[in-house]
């Protein structure tokens, strides 16, 4: 997806930017010492309204730069040329880039703004400018090449990824058939340890779409028709065959939608289906299965216009803007469940909506098949995990619960940014990694926690753009569909929030965890739903109302990421101490309130900044009690 104001501009060039490349005069004022005098800042934003690209992208960059438009101003073109040689050895000079300066009655402003200049492949005006794929064909022979040799060489080469084994097959694949096309491909049931290689597919599912259900599953074992499947699955169908295997696995289409127990026990694989996949195919750029991905991609935040190469020959230049553009994440990254499927695939091939990203455990997003090369995959969360959360070195190194809690909480914070329509798969989308987690760990798994930092872990908010800065009547942007009101249990995990989190650092924990449970929607599902979990704490409590007139800064109660909800300021509020910052500040408290008898809600985080105020909160005689919080 592009940034917004690089929208489709259906528009004609205007005269002056015509001019400016495609006449002689124009190519000899931009390679002239003055250069080649365009657009006033009022012409220029009238050309850009009545949809001149250049003009619209010299706006751009004006805009962001945050320099006026003057009317007494006007644009300096000038041709920014390279050094090269013919293949005879002669020198030549090539135009690299076409720059711009603002000007006046008296002085040009020293900002400056460049555009580089590229013509396609084998166009006439190659011999003035450099040549690049201006579109590029991801599903063409050559794109598909790169893909086979590529993978070839991850599967034989890579020691960090280990040479690819023959794994076992999912329950049911989709056998794609020949790759010339002659065979229908069709649903394969497999057989008890029956192994291949095979295809995982990451997609948004972007609505309703035709499913395998209790009905239709038979049909399908015969004929899959490409005809009827929706375009995304087709591309996948495609992808999959261009790469010479034969099986494709698609949530959708092997997983017997209707049957609720089926579901279950697909949903509880989906970790292993990922991990033991030979490659996962991502359709970044489909915001639903309707779309597809294969559509051939243009260059970006560009822009063409005739040039002139002699009275007898014209060709085409395209102008980049690479300074101002920022790509927005691809749709596919936004959906929770297809964090798990990214983490735990071995090597994923990603269709973005400019090029194709290959990611395996050796080399990491790599760029490899694009149109420009200055583009950076924008996934931030992937900064602070290893480079795979399941190789057993780099996450046994470390003795303690630190580096534990460092990879959940990164995991789980970007876990909650992203949108899921059902709030009950909350935790199933996350089962897999969960699954794959705790053989590493050796811990004990409790509703999107782990017990060895559970306390940690328990000092979660709405994140701050979402939650801490808003008036207290303004209500929260959720990120699931079919939100349950009122309190849901366990109140205490991340999970039955639907909102982005943030979860505070703790140096030192006092607080201790006596005992916990949980009650599991299915019991063969162990790392999924919940409906019904407590936990016994055992810390020093105090009286929420006891900071009563403290200094505002001293202190803050955190309910849904409000700062300072100063509700919490009363008698029944219960503040339960969980640990310290370094040198003992700030203080964490967890606050509560009474649920029946013996048993406490969450409610909120109270942060203490002074060791007086903490000293009311908490009190020198204040003993540990033992708390039981659903």
């Known amino acids: 997806m592009e940034d917004p104001l690089y929208r489709k501009i259906s528009g004609s060039s205007c005269i002056r930017c015509l001019s400016m490349t495609s006449t002689s005069e124009g190519i000899q004022a931009l390679t002239s010492d003055y250069g080649y005098q365009h657009h006033d800042m009022k012409e220029l934003q009238n050309s850009a309204n009545l949809g001149c690209p250049l003009c619209h992208l010299c706006c751009i960059r004006i805009y962001h730069s945050q320099i006026s438009f003057k009317d007494r101003r006007f644009l300096l073109f000038h041709a920014q040329l390279s050094d090269g040689r013919t293949p005879d050895g002669r020198p030549q000079f090539k135009i690299s880039k076409l720059v711009f300066k603002i000007r006046d009655r008296t002085a040009t402003l020293a900002t400056k703004f460049e555009f580089h200049a590229y013509t396609s492949r084998g166009n006439p005006s190659a011999i003035c400018l450099q040549e690049i794929d201006i579109d590029l064909d991801v599903a063409g022979y050559d794109s598909s090449e790169k893909i086979r040799a590529q993978l070839q060489k991850c599967c034989a080469k890579h020691e960090q990824c280990g040479k690819a084994s023959t794994p076992a097959l999912p329950s049911r694949v989709i056998d794609v058939g020949h790759k010339d096309g002659s065979t229908t491909p069709k649903l394969h049931v497999t057989k ?22 209790s009905k239709n599953i038979t049909a399908r074992t015969k004929e899959l028709s490409l005809a009827e499947l929706p375009p995304t699955i087709k591309d996948a ?41 030979t490659i996962t195919v991502a359709a970044g750029n489909a915001t639903s299965v309707g779309e597809g991905f294969l559509m051939r991609r243009s260059l970006p935040a560009a822009c063409s216009l005739p040039f002139y190469v002699s009275e007898e020959q014209s060709g085409t230049v395209w102008l980049q803007d690479q300074k101002t553009f920022k790509r927005s994440p691809e749709p596919l990254d936004s959906r929770a469940w297809t964090l798990q499927e990214f983490l735990l695939s071995p090597r994923i091939l990603y269709y973005g909506s400019h090029e194709i990203v290959w990611r395996c455990r050796t080399e990491h997003l790599k760029s490899w098949i694009y149109l420009t090369s200055w583009l950076v995959y924008p996934l931030p969360s992937t900064s602070y995990l290893p480079l795979s959360i399941f190789e057993r070195d780099a996450l046994t190194t470390s003795k303690t619960a630190q580096n534990q809690d460092d990879v959940w909480r990164t995991i789980i914070i970007t876990y909650s940014k992203r949108n899921i329509t059902l709030s009950e798969d909350r935790l199933p989308a996350l089962a897999g ?46 990120n699931c569909n079919d939100v349950v009101t009122g309190y849901q249990s366990p109140g205490w995990s991340w999970a039955t929030y639907h909102y982005p989190i943030e979860i505070f650092k703790m140096e030192t924990e006092v607080a201790e965890v006596i005992d916990f449970g949980v009650d599991l929607v299915s019991y063969q599902a162990l790392f999924s739903s919940v409906s019904h979990g407590w936990l016994s704490l055992k810390g020093r409590l105090g009286r929420g109302d006891a900071i009563r007139g403290c200094k505002v800064d001293s202190f803050r109660y955190i309910t849904d990421g409000r700062v300072q909800d100063e509700s919490l300021i009363n008698e029944s509020t219960r503040v ?55």
């Open 192 to 213: 008890h340890q029956e192994f291949g290689p095979y295809v995982a597919l990451s997609y948004c599912w972007g609505g309703q779409q035709e499913t395998t259900t």
């Open 237 to 277: 169908v495609a992808v999959t065959r261009s790469l010479g295997i034969r099986y494709l696995w698609v949530d959708a289409l092997c997983i017997i939608q209707d049957s609720p127990t089926d579901k279950t026990n697909e949903i509880a694989l989906m970790g292993e289906i990922y991990k033991n996949s």
């Open 433 to 478: 990694i969960a699954a794959e987690l705790q053989v590493l760990w050796n811990d004990k798994y409790v509703a999107g926690l782990w017990q060895k930092c559970l306390v940690r872990n328990l000092l979660w908010v709405a994140e701050a753009k979402y939650g801490s800065h808003l008036d207290k009547n303004q209500p929260l942007i959720r």
């Open 576 to 630: 339960l101490l969980l640990g310290y910052g370094k040198k003992r500040v700030p203080y964490w408290g967890y606050a509560l309130r009474p649920s029946g008898i013996g048993t406490y809600l969450r409610i909120g985080i109270a942060i203490v900044y002074l060791s007086s105020t903490a000293s009311l909160l908490w009190p020198e005689g204040c003993k540990n009690q033992i708390v039981k919080i659903i």
